[in-house]
């Protein structure tokens, strides 16, 4: 049978524009969960359930059961809207505008997320079945740390083959991405009355002095081949009183490294060095109760597939025919649920029609003829692959 192109296009707008127009804030998934659900159940896919933490997925039977899954995964929460008057539409519209759908989680990722769906709902209108079971995974709390894709890949009870992210990758094929690192830099010092400073011993200035420093050395940490140099930002400053007429006996500020080609023992070495003589604790940023900076030598990855990697290769084979251009290589600067699936052994790519730049901001859109080549490159490759 043709595929009506077109059609399917105005299908998955339409469907794009009814997932922005239900809000789902991590925790609050299980109503989007729903809608999902119910479209995979129109659709006819063989096989549809929602899972113990919320999670829901879909699946497409293929002709050969003993071929591990293809994967297509994405999630259901998105960051909040912020102030509603900043948006040129209202945020949970969905509304057109131009050759664009505009709206909270349009690119991050209700509009990838319908594209996956309809990419597979194409098989079937079609008549045709993939080699392998293709899967659709939609998993919550990815904004808030992955809890959901965690959970998913626990309690995995078939073998994947390849897992394809449709986090915003501008339709390249993203291989990876910089795993993070947080890390509480502490200097201390010794308290007195405000109005008595050289009495006690100020940490603040010692801080003052190492974040100018920070800034003067950041260039000297490493970079990745592909997944791009490693970044540090200071972020939150905490001091141990809310008393403004006393000095702090200490200050501390959060550190959020990025990279792929560090260690957390490498990282320790820069900020001592960066320090020099003043004494600092170093905490773990992603621990709530003080522990120590972790000092392993392996290097720290969200996930990364080299662009030789027999998958990848044929992977993008299939999506530049689909897409009748070549789908370039690339990668993520932010972190995706990707990271968690890494120990289990699972291979990764991203692929999907939005754009990085336009995930998490005020009038955040997705390109509607992106999503119509992202739609013949997503069936190209779970016809072939």
């Known amino acids: ?11 998955c707008i339409d469907f794009t524009q009814r997932l922005i127009q239900m809000p789902s804030m991590p925790f609050e998934e ?8 119910a479209e995979l159940q129109r659709l006819n896919f063989d096989q549809v359930w929602i899972d113990e933490i919320g999670n829901v997925n879909g ?50 990722i209700k509009g990838p997320l319908a594209v996956q769906v309809y990419s597979m709902a194409a098989l079937l209108r079609m008549g045709i079945r993939p080699r ?8 919550v709390q990815e904004e ?26 501008d339709n390249k094929i993203a291989l990876g991405h910089r795993g993070i690192a947080q890390m509480w830099v502490q200097f201390n010092g010794r308290s007195v009355h405000a109005s008595v400073p050289e009495k006690g011993v100020n940490p603040n200035y010692a801080l003052a002095k190492f974040l100018q420093d920070l800034q003067a050395a950041k260039s000297e940490l490493s970079a990745h081949e592909l997944l791009g140099k490693t970044t540090v930002s200071p972020t939150i400053i905490e001091v ?9 006996a200490w200050t501390r500020v959060c550190l959020d490294f990025r990279t ?14 960066v320090a020099g003589a003043q004494p600092v604790v170093l905490e773990d940023g992603f621990c709530t109760t003080p522990t120590p900076f972790p000092d392993s030598d392996e290097t720290i990855y969200g996930f990364y597939t080299p662009p030789n990697d027999e998958k990848v290769q044929r992977a993008q084979a299939l999506i530049s025919a689909g897409m009748e251009c070549e789908a370039k290589l690339s990668s993520y600067q932010f972190a995706t649920d990707g990271r968690h699936f890494v120990p289990h052994g699972l291979t990764m790519i991203g692929y999907a029609a939005s754009e990085e730049s336009q995930a998490h901001v005020v009038d955040e859109h997705i390109s509607i ?11 190209e490759l779970i016809k072939n692959y």
């Open 1 to 11: 049978m043709t595929l009506d192109w077109d059609a399917l296009l105005q299908y």
């Open 30 to 37: 299980a109503q989007l969960a729903e809608l999902v659900a």
């Open 59 to 108: 699946r497409i039977r293929g002709t050969d059961p003993s071929l591990g899954a293809l994967v297509l995964n994405t999630h259901l929460d998105h960051v909040d809207p912020g102030e509603p008057s900043l948006w040129s539409v209202p945020p949970y519209s969905g509304t057109i505008v131009g050759d664009r759908i505009v709206g909270r989680g349009a690119c991050d």
């Open 132 to 139: 392998r079971d293709v899967v659709f995974s939609g998993v």
């Open 144 to 169: 808030i740390g992955g809890a959901g894709a965690k959970h998913w890949v626990e309690n995995l009870d078939y073998s994947v083959d390849l897992v394809v992210l449709g986090e915003p990758s």
């Open 240 to 248: 141990d009183t809310k008393s403004t007429n006393v000095t702090p």
């Open 260 to 273: 792929a080609s560090e260690s957390h023992q490498s990282l320790c070495d820069f900020v001592r060095r």
């Open 369 to 379: 003829p992106k999503m119509a080549e992202s739609l013949r490159g997503h069936v």
